[in-house]
């Protein structure tokens, strides 16, 4: 069987359970199976595949009609402008997310040093995609799971910035005060019973612990404001994902905690996604 039979192959299983991405998923699994790049599958599709490549492909197939996400099947997601190592321990990186970075980035001029603490750290790739850019700043990035703590490490030592980034196994109540420039998160912000709601993809392989945000959603949102106020120095600057119809109520808690918003920036599909908030009091 050649490539183009068994990229068909590959995408008529997909479609047939209902994976509505089933031609670039097939491409992406096959291109995996064989270790080649798509245009390299692309540009030689009549040559065949091996016995052996063609029995992987099929195994990831089977993955994918579970709706496992590719990037789980793979170990691999870009965000911002590099690649990184993911496993069901860390969320995904979503493009929405790139936002909590172009807004740090656009805040620190190039040759600027400023200290900058990542709360909920996951695979790293925030903070990491920040200091990348900025090398004289020092970060510090927290989380509650060991495991994501670790593929946060990995992912800092494939990037060649394991020194630049201090990762530490904690929580945020626990943190001892300390006086940074900017904090940043993606917060946990699903409502506790939304979860079931989510998409299997989502629900059944995406760790809970990082999506779980309590009975309103604000649970961690609430607490990342509140303890930011002893950690942040005057005039530094809070930024932090939210989820749907969270905009309203988080500005108001920003507010009353003593902080100025300097803007709310809505992500692609022109929902209320990253705030940007400075500390006046």
């Known amino acids: 069987m050649n490539y183009l039979k068994t990229l068909k192959f590959g995408s008529n299983k997909l479609k047939l359970n209902n994976i509505d991405s089933y031609i670039l998923d097939s491409e992406i699994l096959l291109s995996f199976a064989l270790k080649l790049s798509r245009e390299q599958i692309l540009i030689n599709l009549n040559h065949n595949i091996n016995k052996n490549s063609f029995i992987k492909f099929k195994k990831l197939l089977s993955r994918r009609e579970k709706r496992e996400p590719i990037a789980y099947i793979i170990k691999k997601k870009e965000f911002w402008k590099n690649n990184f190592y993911v496993n069901n321990d860390v969320l995904i990186p979503r493009p929405e997310t790139e936002l909590i970075v172009e807004e740090v980035l656009k805040n620190i001029k190039n040759t600027s040093s400023r200290s900058l603490l990542e709360i909920g750290t996951g695979s790293g790739c925030i903070i990491i995609s920040v200091i990348k ?149």
């Open 133 to 281: 850019e900025r090398l004289n700043c020092k970060a510090t990035a927290i989380d509650v799971c060991k495991k994501a703590l670790n593929i946060a490490k990995f992912n800092a030592k494939i990037h060649h910035l394991r020194n630049k980034v201090n990762f530490i196994n904690i929580n945020i109540d626990k943190i001892r005060d300390n006086k940074y420039d900017f904090i940043i998160s993606n917060p946990p912000y699903i409502k506790k019973f939304d979860l079931k709601r989510l998409d299997g993809s989502v629900r059944l392989f995406e760790p809970h612990i990082a999506l779980d945000g309590g009975i309103d959603g604000l649970r961690e949102i609430k607490k990342i404001i509140i303890k930011s106020k002893k950690l942040l120095k005057r005039n530094g600057k809070l930024i932090f994902e939210i989820g749907n119809y969270q905009s309203n109520i988080t500005q108001k808690i920003l507010i009353e905690n003593g902080y100025y918003i300097n803007k709310v920036i809505k992500d692609n599909s022109s929902i209320p996604r990253v705030i940007v908030s400075t500390k006046i009091i």
